[in-house]
């Protein structure tokens, strides 16, 4: 999947809020900006751990309805100048559940060379006053190494970013006709 293709319609010109997930999922199916053909939430918001309801409940208040409510919140996104990328851009499973972390995954996404690439990428994407923010699931190893050669950045689990909704407002829905 060519994950740049899909999130370059949603990069804000000015990136305001760059948030830092763990690697796009290892089936290779999904993505944060590869709008679901069907998409429906489901469950109790505190319970979903997926990414899609930790950025939008935080930022909307809510997940979105469908596939079409989806599409707005990434371009309301976008609008608040809100960006998000991996540490590394590829498919890497980092923990399946019930099971240990993968040791050469970690290895990898922490190994100098894409610790180099990621710092020159956030270079690339943010000014001085951009809030970077790295969104990581609880009990993960790698993140003293990452604390170690990003200063000045946010580590944050995703269930606290999911459910702290002071900075939420809501995605206004325009009309069909007035959609870009």
């Given at each position: ?12 010109k ?10 796009p ?39 979105p ?104 407002e809501?995605?206004?829905?325009k ?6």
């Amino acid at each position: 999947m060519k994950y740049n293709q899909l999130a370059k319609p949603y990069k804000p010109k000015d990136i305001r809020v760059l948030l830092i997930g763990e690697a796009p999922p290892s089936n290779g199916n999904r993505y944060f900006y590869k709008i679901p053909e069907t998409y429906k939430p489901v469950g109790n918001v505190a319970d979903d751990s997926s990414l899609t309801a930790t950025i939008f409940n935080h930022y909307f208040v809510r997940r979105p309805n469908d596939p079409a409510e989806y599409e707005q919140f990434l371009k309301c996104l976008k609008e608040r100048g809100v960006f998000l990328i991996d540490i590394i851009n590829e498919n890497l499973e980092i923990k399946k559940r019930g099971q240990p972390f993968n040791k050469e995954n970690i290895k990898k996404l922490v190994s100098p060379e894409n610790l180099s690439d990621l710092k020159r990428r956030i270079k690339k994407l943010t000014r001085s006053d951009t809030k970077i923010i790295f969104l990581l699931p609880t009990g993960r190893p790698y993140v003293k190494k990452l604390r170690e050669v990003f200063l000045d950045v946010s580590f944050v689990n995703w269930k606290c970013f999911r459910l702290d909704i002071h900075e939420a407002e809501e995605c206004e829905r325009k009309p069909a006709h007035n959609r870009k």
